[in-house]
Every structure is written in C-alpha cells, then in structure tokens.
C-alpha cells in the first residue's frame, strides 16, 4: 500500500556487511585450529550467532523495517532456545 | 467496490455464481465463506467415518475375548480413529471452518489476507487426507497408534509410509491457515477495532494460529525423518544403531502438546462469545482471557514431557515438567472462573448454543482436572497408558472440542445458512448426544483406576461391567450425534428462513451484516467505537 | 441470476502484510530446522568423541568456499532488491543472475563433497558406516539429512529465482512493486542463516 517510507540500502552498504561476514568466516575458520577444548564450541558458536545477527538486521532488513518483524524473530528464538533448554533438562541428568 | 457489485446486493455467498458454476463454483472459490463450508462438508463425512470407527472398537470392548474383530483390526482400527480425528478433525476443525467463515466477519474484514492461499491450505489438506487414506490399498493399515512411536513405526510389517506423508501434508494445510489468520488479524481490522476491542473468538484464533505456525514444522520434520529411518536407514530414531528412541517422543509431544492449544484454544474463544449473548451481561474480565489465552499458547510449548512420565527420562526432567504442567492449568482455570462469573446474575437465554456451551464448561473441567492427575508424578505412574489417560483426552479433545464445535454450529447456523434448525429436536440431541457422552466416558476413569490398559482388543473378566456400561453409552452418543446431524442437514435446506441481521441479539459484527452474508460481506466499511459485548 | 464477473476481494495490495506472512514462513522453517539442530545438540552431547572425529572427516575446504559463495550469493540478492527500488532494471537482473548462478555452483560442490563421501563407503546404512559404530553412524546420518534439507531448499530457491527473474523481464516485478523479489531475498537469507550455523557444527568444531 504505502511504498513511500520504504527505506533503500546502498549498494555500499551491503558490500560494506558482505565484507564483514566474509572476515567473521575466516576468523571462525581461524579460530578453531586453535586447541581450546569445549570453548571451541562456544567462540564458533558466538561467531555464527554474530553473522545470523548481521544477516538478519541488514540483509533482512529487521533494522529498518517493521519493528514487529525484528520482535516476533527474538520471540521465536527464545522459544528455541527454551525447547532446547528444557530438553537438556534430560539429557543433562539422565 | 466495484460497479458489477451495485447491481448485486444482497445476493447471498450461497447463491451468487462467479466465473464458475455448480461444484466448481465451490471447489475453486477464495471466498473465505465457501472455503469454510468445504472444510465443514470434508469434516463431516470424516468424522462420521471416525465415530464408527469409534463406535466398532466399543463394539469389540463389550466383552472380553474376542468379539467382532482380532487384535490386528482392532490396532488398525485405534491407529486410523486417532490420526483422522486428531490430524483431519480436531486439528484443523474450529479454526478452519469457523475461523475461516467468521474470522473476517468478525473483525469486519472482507476476507483474509490470502484468500488464494486459503483455498490452496483446503486443496492440500483435501491431498493429505487422501495421501492418508491411500495406506489401504497399499500396504494395509497403519497399527502404530496416531502417535506413530519409534522404533515401532519403521519395524512394523504394514506399509506406514502413506499415514505419515498424510499427516505431514496436512501440517502443511495448517501452517497456511496459521499464516494466513495472523497476517488477517495484523493487517484487516476495520477501522476502530484495536486490538482490545477485537472479539475474543479471533483472539483466541491469534494465539491458535502461532502454534500452528511455531509448532506444526517440529512434526513436519519429526515424520519426514521417520519417512528417512524406514526407507533409508538413517539411524537417528533407532536404538540399533545409537538413535534414541526417546528423543522421537520429545519431538513428537514438542508438536503434539501444543496441537492440543490448537484444538482447544478457539474451542475456549467460541464458548466466550455464546455466554455474553445468552446471559445478556458483558463478558466478565475480557482482558484476563486475552492474557490467558496468550499464556496458555506460551507455556504450553514447554509442558510436552508430561507425555513420557513413564518412558525412562531423567528424575530432573520429571519434576520440571510436572511443574510446568501444573503452571499451564491456571490460565485455564481463569478461564472458568470468567465464564461462570458472565453467567452470573445474567438473564440467561435458554437456546441450544448455551446448552452445548455450558456442558462444555462441564466436561472441560472433569477433563482438566483429571488432567492434573496426570500430571502430577506418583498418580502418573499408576494410571499411565490405561483407560484413565483415553477417558481424559476424550474429556479434553472430544469434550472441549466437540462441544464447543457443536455450539458453535447452533450458534452461527442461522447467519451461515440463512435458515433456523428445529428447535426442539436440537435440544433433544443435545440431551442424548451429552447424557450418551458421559455414560461412554466416565467408566473408563474408574476402569483405568482398576488397571484396564488401553489398546488391547481384550481385558480380564473383572473389567466387563464397566465396559458394557460404556459400550452402552458410545451407542447412545452415536444416536445423539445422528439426531444432531440429521436436524442439521434437513434444516440448511428445509428449515425456517432467517432474514433479519442478528437473531440472537448478539453485539459483535458479523451479527451486523446480511443473513446469510453477501460475497464481499459488507457494503459499506464497518466502524468499531465501543468494546465489543457491551450489554446494557 | 445476475452474474458476479470478478471476485473483487483479493484485489487490494498489502506489501506489509505479504512481507509478514513471509516472515511467519520463515518462523516455520527456522523451527524445522531448529528440531534438527536440537537433535544434533542432543546427539552431540552423548557422542563427543565420535563427532569430533566425523567432523574431521569433512573437507574444511570445500565448506568454507561454500560458504563464501552462499554470503556472496546472499549480498548479491540484496543489492538486485536494491537496484529494482532504484529502477535499474538490467542492474537487478544481472545481480539475480548472479545469485542464481552462484545457487547452482553451491549445488555442485555439494555434489562432488557427497560424491566423494558415498565413493568412500559413507552414506546411510552402509556397512562401512556402520562398522565405525554408533556416535559415527549418527554424525553421517545427521549429515546427510541436515545438508540434504539444506540442498533442498537451495534448490526451491533456484525455481524462485527463475521465476522472480522472469516476472522482472516481463514487468509485473517493476519499481513500484517489488515485494516479490523482496520476499525471495528473504527467503534466499534464511538458507544461507540456516548455513551459517550448519557450516561450524559439521565442518569447523573439533
Ligand atoms: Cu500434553
């Protein structure tokens, strides 16, 4: 309906966020030669979370659009991340 | 909106033909209206295919041994009642089709968001239930129980490829209708109509239709990788080959706990908006129910555990789930607690729809809080898997469901079909089709009590009194059930016609547009200013 | 009786509303994969050392150039978004073309990392994989279905984009009416976010 208020993103921009994952891969890449035990997990784990959230708020548009979008996807994860918790509620003591 | 509608007022959905005639004039509609009445025809012809189902199996239970069927077509038999009632009913049943007819009505929209997506969700789920269907002509039966357990579910000999890929396309048909309720709600409401002025059947769609979203794709990919265990082996469900078994059921009740939101959720919606009408009194804590029906969706995801008390899960994880599913009962209670107090010192309508809506509140309670039985650890352990558990989800499913689809039936009969049912012959079904319910139900508590396990086409002698009286009672249910659909049937083409706007003297606005409704539903914008049930 | 010609209600526009409904298929995705997440957690979890040693049977390599390519592909859908917003129509195709072609080369390496595998005796059910025991047996299965999903989906968006890439030549994509190609953008980052993740716990993590 209204298509004034829609907000462009610059070519530069996204070559700017493209630039930005491409180092955070080689960095996770990097990264895990280095022996650090369960850490391992955990600092690749924060780098993916890192590039998913650069995905999100630029590529997917989350930071300019509709703030009800950028809501109901920190809605969903945490209902992730609780399914996931409570699962381990098993698992962590069986 | 368009000058070919001037000339058409006041044709009703029923009559007015578009580019297609007849059947396909049906088929092929995006009319929100129609598409809501193909879902009530599909269900109709599979419910009445489920309740003999049904009926067979009481058949069989009315004495021990052996007396109509063997255990294989009794297996069988509880596998295809529960996936057709379960995936093909109560799954889709209120949203679908009420959803689907009044959700625009209500919220004074001309249709939904997607109307064409609407129409593909019935054609998938029409696909999904052939797909379902299909298992009989190759491979036999499904005998897993709805439930489709590993490692049984790609050990057993029958063909249960066909039930699975069914019930995943059906989820399919779900999500779209989920989907496509959201984005209705979010983007459709005439202007006035806040979100706290929104009646509370779409509201209690609203949080349906987010389970359905968030939800359904945990058993979408639960079957599809029970599809991949059977053909190719993958190993992820099978203890042979270090898959754990157990980790199956947690996927299956992360869905199929919240499946049960789904069912009963805008059962709860319906019963709010009969009571205010037929007390003539506001409803009582509108906000309460608001907050509880979005209460009730969000904890609901994590209570799923309460399913497997019995199947080797650790002591930390029986406690958090027993608590959670304690938690989950208060907003159900709350619940309770608003309908009776609308009711009370109203001046109360004695119609059909409140008849079914008030045995709602009655049966919903037995089922919830036995429910709570269940959910608490030590009685768990005794009852689990027998008769009690049936008699409860029945109570919850049937019970809350059922009754609250029936009166939603009687209440918005006359604005679907432009016609009034009989009367007396509705109460009379009613009086059977409740008295036939309990007679059917309430002995299984005490037999479950005793130990009798459910799935068995045999019990022990010491079982047979309250299984004949049981029995007894599925027939009298039947016979209600038939009562109630035949004075249904024969009254949307024969019954007395209903012209004026809003024979029950309802206040939300689908009471407010022509009976039945015309193609776009209105013909001028509808504006909202005050809350919606106010009686003064 | 009078005939209707046209059924008039779908005909209004909502592009806020076309993005929602596609943001909530999003949701049903990233729960999908989520469940298979929570299964690799799970399984992970109770088979450490097995999947520490499957992970070094994957080729870092080959994962990291695609994960490259599927950032480039995701960079390159964004800016066709934003030439289409500009007008500059051939800009957008090329850019799409690109993602497209990008998709297909995805598709391929991962035929050849498969490939390999399968020559190697690693595919479901085979003896060779069940021979390396339980924790292994696990790793590859969830391997295969996680990736295949994945490729799946990779190959849905590849019909899209043909499609989106038609719709722009023909102008019923144009500068005014675009959420189409808006909605394929994002469809197109969710798999390459699924990526994102998929990417450490199969290749990088030991
Ligand atoms: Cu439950």
New binding site residues.
């Given amino acids: 309906m209204s298509q004034e208020k829609q907000h462009i993103s610059s070519y530069t921009s996204h070559f700017v966020v493209l630039i930005t994952l491409i180092i955070l891969t080689g960095i996770s890449v990097a990264v895990t030669r280095v022996e650090m035990g369960p850490l391992n997990t955990l600092v690749a784990m924060i780098i993916a979370g890192a590039k998913a959230s650069v995905v999100l708020a630029w590529f997917m548009h989350l930071k300019f659009d509709n703030k009800l979008f950028a809501i109901f996807t920190a809605l969903v994860l945490v209902i992730f991340l609780l399914v996931l918790y409570v699962t381990f509620f098993d698992y962590s003591y069986r | 909106m368009s000058e070919t509608n001037t000339t058409n007022q006041h044709v009703s959905f029923l009559k007015y033909q578009g580019k297609y005639k007849g059947l396909l004039g049906w088929i092929l509609s995006t009319d929100h209206k129609r598409v809501g009445l193909l879902y009530l025809y599909t269900m109709l012809v599979f419910f009445s295919t489920a309740a003999i189902l049904g009926l067979l199996m009481k058949l069989e239970l009315i004495a021990p041994g052996m007396t109509i069927m063997g255990p294989q077509t009794y297996n069988a038999m509880f596998t295809v009642h529960g996936i057709i009632m379960i995936f093909i009913i109560v799954v889709p049943g209120l949203p679908a089709v009420f959803g689907n007819f009044f959700l625009p009505l209500m919220i004074g929209a001309k249709d939904v968001a997607f109307p064409r997506l609407n129409l593909l969700s019935w054609w998938v789920y029409v696909i999904g239930i052939l797909t379902v269907l299909s298992s009989q002509f190759i491979g036999g039966w499904p005998d897993t129980g709805w439930t489709f357990y590993a490692p049984y579910s790609f050990r057993t000999p029958v063909n249960i490829l066909p039930a699975l890929f069914g019930a995943f396309i059906l989820g399919f048909s779900s999500i779209l209708t989920g989907i496509n309720f959201i984005v209705t709600m979010h983007r459709m409401r005439c202007p006035g109509m806040t979100w706290f002025k929104m009646p509370l059947f779409p509201w209690t769609l609203y949080a349906t239709a987010w389970i359905q979203v968030l939800a359904t794709p945990v058993i979408g990919i639960t079957l599809l990788l029970t599809v991949m265990e059977r053909v190719m082996g993958v190993g992820i469900f099978n203890p042979a080959m270090g898959g754990d078994p157990i980790l199956y059921q947690h996927l299956f009740w992360i869905y199929s706990?919240p499946a049960?939101y789904i069912m009963i959720l805008p059962g709860m919606g319906v019963i709010s908006e009969i009571l205010p009408v037929f007390s003539r009194k506001r409803i009582y804590g509108y906000k309460a129910i608001v907050l509880s029906s979005l209460a009730i969706a969000f904890v609901g995801y994590f209570?799923?555990g309460?399913?497997m008390f019995t199947s080797g899960m650790s002591g930390r994880a029986l406690y958090a789930f027993s608590f959670l599913t304690f938690l989950v009962a208060i907003p159900s209670a709350i619940k309770v607690f608003n309908w009776v107090s609308t009711m009370y010192k109203g001046s109360l309508n004695l119609q059909t729809p409140f008849y079914w809506a008030v045995s709602f509140i009655f049966v919903f309670m037995i089922g919830g809080l036995t429910g709570l039985v269940l959910g608490s650890l030590a009685t768990n352990v005794h009852v689990h898997d027998t008769h009690f558990v049936v008699a409860h989800f029945h109570f919850i499913v049937f019970g809350g469901t059922g009754f609250s689809f029936m009166a939603a039936l009687h209440y918005w009969f006359p604005k679907m079909f432009g016609r009034m049912y009989d009367r007396t012959w509705a109460n009379t079904g009613w009086v059977i089709f409740f008295s036939g319910f309990l007679t059917l139900y309430l002995p299984m508590f005490y037999l479950g009590i005793l130990g009798m396990p459910r799935r068995y086409y045999d019990y022990l002698p010491e079982f047979h009194g309250g299984n004949i009286i049981s029995s007894l009672g599925a027939i009298a249910m039947i016979a209600g059930i038939l009562i109630v659909f035949v004075n249904l049937i024969r009254s949307s083409r024969h019954g007395e016609k209903v012209t004026e706007k809003n024979p029950w003297g309802g206040r939300t606005l689908e009471w407010q547009t022509d009976t039945p409704p015309t193609l776009e539903n209105w013909e001028t914008e509808p504006t909202v200013t005050e809350q919606p049930y106010e009686y003064k | 009786m009078e005939k209707i010609t046209e059924h008039t209600a779908h005909v209004h526009r909502d592009d806020e509303g076309d993005k929602l409904g596609m943001w909530l298929f999003i949701f049903t995705e990233l729960l999908l994969f989520g469940m298979l997440f929570l299964i690799y957690a799970v399984y992970r979890y109770k088979n450490p050392v097995a999947f520490q040693l499957g992970g070094e049977e994957l080729d870092v390599f080959l994962g990291t150039l695609n994960t490259v390519i599927l950032l480039i592909s995701s960079a390159t859908v964004a800016m066709s978004i934003t030439a289409m917003q500009k007008g500059e129509k051939t800009k957008a195709l090329i850019l799409l073309g690109t993602t497209l072609f990008i998709a297909v080369v995805f598709l391929i390496n991962k035929w050849f990392e498969w490939g390999a595998k399968i020559d190697y005796g690693l595919y479901p059910n085979s003896e060779n994989l069940l021979e390396l025991g339980h924790g292994t047996t696990l790793f590859f299965g969830l391997y295969y279905v996680m990736s295949g999903i994945h490729a799946l989906h990779i190959l849905i968006g590849i019909g899209l984009f043909v499609f989106v890439y038609r719709q722009i030549m023909v102008n019923k994509i144009n500068k005014t009416d675009y959420v189409w190609l808006e909605n394929v953008g994002l469809y197109w980052h969710l798999v390459d976010l699924i990526w994102i993740f998929l990417f450490p716990l199969f290749y990088l993590i030991h």
Avoid: A, P
């Fill in positions: 706990h049960v209570v799923w309460h399913h």
